[in-house]
């Protein structure tokens, strides 16, 4: 992927609200794709985009685009494994007992991207309760775009 210039990152770990700002050309987010060397969806943002996709008016068009993403040599999707699994039960665990649950599928995307060593790319702050993830939050304006 060609680079912009800015702080390289590793692997960068696309949650349902940064792939969307992504398609809308919020420039923070096409800049730290621009730097990482791999870009990785968990398959849960495929469910969250899946379910989008089938409530909204372009869901071809959608598909299309998503495939057209997924295409690139430098995109992979993050499966669910055993082991993801494993820190899904851990992370659960974890908030339950803090009193700080998030979201189901959150948990989820959480896991595969510690799983995979990733880093987090997100406009959603729940995701500053789970401990050791790394995760890059943004603030979504519109003149951010």
Request: one cysteine or more.
């Amino acid at each position: 992927m060609p680079t912009s210039g800015a702080e390289p990152i590793g692997r960068l770990v696309l949650d349902t609200s940064a792939y969307s700002r992504f398609r809308a050309g919020h420039k923070t987010v096409l800049d730290m794709l621009a730097a990482a060397d791999a870009v990785l969806l968990p398959v849960t943002v495929l469910g969250e985009l899946e379910a989008g996709f089938e409530l909204g008016r372009r869901a071809l068009e959608n598909r299309a685009t998503l495939a057209r993403f997924l295409q690139e040599p430098f995109v992979t999707v993050l499966p669910t494994t055993p082991d993801v699994a494993r820190r899904y039960g851990q992370t659960f665990s974890r908030l339950r007992q803090a009193g700080t649950p998030i979201p189901t599928n959150d948990i989820w995307i959480a896991a595969a991207t510690l799983d995979a060593g990733g880093r987090l790319l997100t406009f959603d702050a729940h995701f500053q309760q789970v401990a050791g993830l790394d995760c890059v939050l943004l603030n979504w304006s519109p003149t951010s775009m």
